[in-house]
């Protein structure tokens, strides 16, 4: 599996989560969300580019590229806090979407994906703090 | 950080709304469309799981749906085959009785009412119209097989619900597609969350009401044969149907058996023993079952149940009040998350604090 954040699980499992998230496709400079909105799902980038502006008071925007496999928008899963940046699809870009209802439904019955997602986010969540305390 | 706030062009939003005016203006004049269109949504829905479970693992979704069809039918046509003779049996026979069973109940309130006058001679002073109280339930008992005739129409969706839910389940991924090309990308999320949730709470509901329906009709068909019921089988299939309309269904159900034990039999025994059985049913269906299996469903208020009853009843008859509940799922939820929005993107609600902890990253 080439999403690393599918990585470990079975085939069976893979299967199971695949047709509880939600999938689309988006188009070049299409906005997937807004700085500011309201976050409700963790964008997985199955295929494609996403770029993602964080826009500070007197600065130029700062463009980060979220490639094939990456992840982001995963506060949404944890707080409803609005969102820190735009998301604007960099090319043909195709997305799967998992929302906060689903993640509790995948982690009460099937806790074993549960646990993995869970762990992939945990380690996402600590390497960009890292990565934030190191460009301090 | 506040939720900016959306500057929205009228004409922007012009033509999809004349479009949506449109679609609305046809379902009003049109109406009878909406039943067979809603049910093969509900079938389309309940077997949708299955089928991509069968396309996740490689196979065709169009041989899959047909295969399930010839499935489903063939499985259907056992049923129909082996109950068909006890309920044709049971439906000849309640027909063939009814003109019996109808004499029996005017002569048991004939006799109740004389019962009730030689005990207390001073209600017939009173001027309580016993009479007028038959002729009231008489009407009502006499119109019953009209009831039953007038579901017949109904049949036609027999056809036409496979048909159009069989056309839904092989291109689903398309309609979604085509739908959501229809909404603003940075809608998209937004939009997918109302029917992610939706989808999670009126999945759980259906598939709850199913198990629960076919565990009440089951159970009740072998208690009722046990007790030596007439039309048991028709009688635990209107039990077990009876859940879908929430309070009013198992009261009128369990009126319905209770009077024909009476009728049956012809003793109060008889009534009270069913109306015993339905009480220890109902206790163990709202106690044991119906948490379990109705626990990730949508919870609703039972006065905002009745007012969905009252309006379903209004605006379809019998087949609204059937469809009530799912409706009002649907409804709770989209309201749920509308408010919401409406909170989040006018400022209605203050921004929620995020987590804040004193312990540095170690």
């Given amino acids: 599996m080439s999403i690393p954040m599918f990585k470990g699980l079975t085939k069976r499992e893979f299967t199971i989560l695949e047709n509880l998230l939600e999938e689309h496709t988006y188009l070049k400079d299409e906005v997937m969300f807004l700085q500011g909105s309201i976050g409700r799902a963790l964008f997985i980038v199955e295929d494609g580019m996403v770029h993602i502006r964080v826009h500070k008071e007197g600065e130029e925007p700062k463009i980060i590229e979220v490639k094939r496999g990456e992840i982001f928008g995963e506060m949404a899963l944890l707080e409803e806090m609005p969102r820190t940046a735009d998301a604007v699809a960099g090319e043909k870009t195709r997305v799967y979407m998992l929302y906060k209802n689903v993640l509790e439904e995948i982690i009460i019955k099937h806790p074993a994906i549960g646990v993995r997602i869970l762990q992939y986010l945990a380690q996402i969540l600590s390497a960009r703090f890292r990565a934030t305390m190191d460009n301090k | 950080m506040t939720a900016k706030k959306v500057n929205f062009n009228f004409y922007e939003y012009l033509i999809p709304s004349i479009m949506m005016g449109g679609i609305l203006l046809i379902l009003i004049y049109a109406k009878g469309i909406i039943l067979p269109i809603v049910l093969s949504f509900a079938v389309a829905y309940l077997l949708n799981p299955l089928i991509s479970w069968f396309e996740a693992r490689g196979f065709n979704r169009l041989f899959i749906t047909a ?35 109808y004499e029996r109940f005017n002569a048991l309130i004939a006799s109740a009412e004389k019962s009730i006058i030689s005990k207390a001679p001073f209600l017939s002073g009173l001027g309580i119209n016993i009479a007028g109280i038959t002729k009231f339930i008489d009407g009502k008992v006499s119109a019953v097989p009209l009831y039953i005739i007038s579901i017949i129409p109904t049949l036609t969706f027999l056809i036409l619900v496979p048909f159009v839910s069989f056309l839904l389940l092989i291109d689903v991924d398309k309609i979604k597609q085509s739908l959501f090309g229809l909404v603003p990308s940075s809608f998209v999320e937004p939009v997918q969350h109302v029917i992610c949730e939706a989808n999670q709470s009126l999945g759980n509901y259906l598939r709850g009401i199913l198990i629960e329906v076919t565990a009440l009709s089951s159970v009740s068909a072998i208690v009722f044969l046990y007790m030596d019921l007439n039309y048991a089988v028709l009688l635990a299939l209107a039990l077990g149907f009876s859940a879908i309309i929430p309070y009013i269904g198992p009261v009128c159900a369990g009126i319905l058996c209770a009077v024909l034990a009476f009728i049956q039999f012809g003793t109060i025994n008889s009534a009270v023993s069913v109306i015993i059985y339905i009480v220890i049913l109902r206790f163990v269906d709202d106690w044991f079952m119906q948490p379990y299996i109705m626990k990730n469903a949508v919870q609703v208020h039972p006065i905002i149940i009745f007012l969905a009853l009252m309006a379903g009843a209004e605006m379809f008859g019998i087949l609204g009040i059937i469809f009530a509940m799912p409706a009002t799922c649907i409804i709770k939820v989209v309201y749920t998350i509308l408010m919401e929005f409406q909170r989040s993107i006018f400022g209605w609600k203050p921004t929620p604090e995020p987590t804040r902890i004193s312990i540095p990253y170690t």
Avoid: G, H, R
Avoid at chain 2, 81 to 100: D, F, G, N, Q, R
């Fill in chain 2, 67 to 101: 295969a399930l069809y010839v499935f489903i039918t063939a499985l259907l046509a056992l049923i129909i085959y082996i109950a068909v003779e006890k309920i044709a049996s049971e439906t000849a026979t309640m027909v063939e009785l009814w003109p019996e069973y």
